[in-house]
């Protein structure tokens, strides 16, 4: 159901006043455009409450989602935000990228649906090389191929979902390649794709909980002891060099309490 008007003005207001009790906004087809998301960016830049936005499957285009993005480089609270099936195409989602140079609050972008293509892809990875606090990335069903996917091979940190786009198996291929060495990799989704049976096997026989455990193993310091926190840790924190992910298992062991917080996130 469409929210009325006074739903949207009463939304508006709590933003801006800081309603400890809105953390989560749903507003997924609500006949939204650029106007009235631009009114909502300006309640974004003075809001600190609000976690997760959901406007996906609106009308929101080029204007508007760059008023959201400018919004963003402000807000320092919002962790998710889900702008699927709107109008904003490469233009738009590259307004997305620049705000993720310097945005370090926001873990899960949610941009499948907007016909962004291989020029997008690669907007995006340009964006992962700078950014270091994303950790889940859906790009599903936007016309990315073979040249989007092998864009991703060098900065495959963060969880991505690719389905549903017109890779074949070249770029699989040079995931692959990647995985076989990647030790901090959690997620990746290439389902409905054109990549053959034999490829989609290995790669989902890579990205397997059982290889995560062989690859990590391999590496120096990693014990089968501290095995299983590190695993855990891999889905809480993004990590680029399995170095890091060792100073952050240390700190684990010497601060139980920082080990507790993370584990809860």
């Known amino acids: 159901m469409v929210i009325s008007e006074r739903e949207w003005d009463d939304i508006l207001r709590r933003l801006r006043e800081n309603d400890l009790t809105l953390t989560i906004l749903y507003l997924r087809m609500q006949n939204i455009g650029d106007e009235n998301i631009k009114v909502l960016a300006d309640a974004l830049k003075v809001n600190h409450t609000l976690e997760v936005l959901y406007v996906s499957k609106n009308q929101i285009g080029v204007k508007g989602v760059k008023a959201l993005a400018e919004a963003l480089k402000v807000n320092r609270t919002l962790t998710e935000l889900y702008v699927s099936e709107n109008q904003y195409g490469v233009e738009g989602l590259e307004a997305l990228t620049e ?33 270091c606090t994303l950790m889940k990335l859906d790009v599903c069903n936007n016309q990315i191929g073979d040249e989007g996917a092998k864009a991703f091979v060098d900065v495959l940190e963060v969880n991505l979902d690719v389905y549903s786009n017109q890779i074949g198996d070249e770029g699989p291929k040079a995931l692959a390649d990647v995985l076989k060495v990647n030790c901090t990799l959690t997620r990746l989704d290439v389902r409905w794709n054109n990549i053959g049976d034999d490829l989609n096997t290995e790669l989902e026989y890579l990205m397997s909980q059982e290889q995560r455990k062989q690859r990590l193993l391999k590496v120096e310091n990693i014990g089968a002891k501290e095995l299983e926190i590190t695993l855990v840790l891999l889905d809480k924190v993004r990590v680029s060099e399995i170095d890091i992910l060792k100073d952050i298992y240390k700190i684990c062991c010497e601060d139980k309490k920082f080990l507790k917080r993370l584990v809860s996130k």
């Open 99 to 131: 705000m993720l140079k310097v945005n370090c609050t926001l873990k899960v972008l949610d941009v499948s649906d907007n016909l962004i293509g291989d020029q997008g892809a690669k907007a995006l990875t340009e964006m992962l090389e700078v950014n």
